[in-house]
């Protein structure tokens, strides 16, 4: 089974889910939220400017049954990324970081508590997300 992102909240689905992004051209209007998107930029004197446009995952041609009927409805689909999730493409300087690097950048540190319940995990505890204080770091 193939499977393929959703343009609107990026998810894999399968291909037997998804239909082109063509077919609802006319609802994206209500993706396109200004100060979502950002450009990345290299230098602290960059400006900082919008990409402008419906909030879509890149390269990804298609769109799920559930976003497309939100759309439809002109709502917008919980799990968009034109509602507050878009991250943008990851930069190459951080695609290939080794795990103590990636310690060193996060922003928030976070835990979750599992047990083995029978023949399945089950979450016990809620999970927990602490602040790190980048600046302290020696």
Not at 9 to 15: A, F, H, S, V, W
Request: positive net charge; contains cysteine; proline residues 6%.
């Amino acid at each position: 089974m193939k499977e393929s992102g959703c343009a609107v909240c990026g998810e894999l689905k399968p291909d037997n889910e998804l239909q082109r992004l063509s077919s609802i051209h006319n609802h994206l209007k209500i993706l396109d939220v200004p100060g979502m998107t950002r450009s990345e930029r290299l230098k602290d004197t960059d400006p900082i400017r919008d990409l402008g446009g419906p909030v879509l995952a890149e390269g990804c041609k298609k769109v799920c049954r559930g976003c497309r009927l939100d759309l439809r409805n002109n709502h917008i689909p919980r799990f968009a990324l034109a509602n507050n999730l878009w991250l943008g493409e990851v930069p190459d300087v951080l695609k290939n970081l080794r795990y103590v690097e990636r310690i060193l950048i996060q922003r928030i540190r976070h835990n979750a508590c599992f047990i083995r319940a029978g023949g399945y995990k089950k979450m016990i505890a809620h999970a927990i997300c602490f602040p790190v204080n980048t600046p302290k770091l020696y």
